[in-house]
């Protein structure tokens, strides 16, 4: 009779030991249930834990950060711009128990944070400026920017920065997070963008832009090059001039000089002056296979007729 009662006692034990025994790592915390209903505290300690077997089951949840990313969504900014805003969070579950009354999963948990945050990030954005949504609170500009919603200025001083915005954001998002036991870490926009058609005419009007700053500096270098060409031709002109002028006065001076030579050769032998003038032009009137027909009685024959 011992050997039935001792293996009914080993199996017993088994089973509790198999079924009522459990580890909860670091990453996790856990609550026990009891036909669905949570009983206990929750266990956030690591190690070793016990419940009963068959009727007590463990749920684990992540003790660690966790990431939600929403869709992008569509919405117009106060100055009547629609862009697409892609937004980030990070959470975690700091109340295990209340998370499973009212979400029970990470998926339920991830759809009420969809609305939530999306609720939340629609309504601050649309009653912001898109300036305000791509800079920061300490940005400068180096130009005289004017702001207006609906023909109505907007004073620099009411502008705020990016940062501001999504500060605003997670202070609105985490009033209604923990009825849920989630504590809201942070949240993030990651991109900005134009909508398709907004976007198409925005790199419109930029390619626009850049043609008339092209058009304009190309008018500039063409009126720089008009007038360097022209200074070129000017100084060009007055160098040909003066180089013309000096030509003509030393053209003047030899002429002068020549005339001087030739009357003083000719005032010393008036008669071998005409004599080697004469000579000189038979050398340039009188070419091969050519023809002189003057008469005998002409002064231009009177040294061919002393020859003879």
């Known amino acids: 009779m011992k050997a039935p009662i ?23 915390q856990a609550i026990v249930t009891q036909f669905g209903k949570p009983v206990g505290d929750v266990i956030i300690y690591p190690g070793l834990h016990f419940k009963i077997p068959l009727v007590q089951k463990v749920i684990r949840f992540e003790q660690r950060i966790l990431k939600w990313d929403g869709d992008p969504n569509q919405i117009p900014t106060k100055d009547k711009k629609f862009i697409w805003v892609d937004t980030t969070a990070r959470w975690r579950i700091s109340n295990p128990l209340l998370f499973y ?9 991830q759809g009420r944070l969809d609305d939530i945050i999306d609720s939340v990030v ?21 130009t005289e920017e004017i702001f207006e919603v609906d023909g109505v200025p907007i004073a620099k001083k009411d502008l705020v920065g990016r ?12 009033t209604s997070i923990p009825e849920y036991g989630i504590e809201l870490l ?16 925005v790199y419109e009007r930029m390619i626009n832009e850049r043609k ?23 100084e060009l002109k007055e160098i040909s001039s003066e180089a013309y002028r000096k030509a003509l006065e030393f053209r003047g001076a030899a002429d002068a000089e020549a005339a001087a030579i ?35 009685d002409s002064d231009y024959y009177q040294y061919l007729k002393k020859t003879k």
């Open 122 to 142: 629609r309504d601050t954005v649309s009653g912001r400026l898109l300036v305000e949504l791509v800079r920061g609170q300490d940005y400068v500009s180096s």
């Open 6 to 28: 001792i293996f009914i006692v080993i199996v017993a034990a088994m089973l509790i030991g198999r079924g009522g025994l459990y580890v909860v790592n670091e990453a996790e």
């Open 101 to 109: 009354k009212t979400v029970a999963t990470e998926r339920g948990a």
């Open 163 to 174: 940062e501001e915005i999504l500060a605003t954001i997670l202070k609105e998002a985490r």
């Open 262 to 296: 030739y009357a003083a050769a000719y005032n010393q032998d008036k008669e071998f002056y005409a004599f080697t003038r004469t000579m000189e032009s038979y050398i340039k009137s009188i070419r091969k296979n050519a023809r002189l027909i003057i008469s005998t």
């Open 212 to 234: 008339k700053v092209a058009a304009q500096y190309r008018s500039e270098g063409e009126g720089e090059q008009a007038e360097i060409l022209g200074k070129m031709q000017r």
């Open 186 to 201: 942070d949240v993030q926009i990651k991109r900005i963008n134009y909508v398709e058609q907004v976007r198409t005419r």
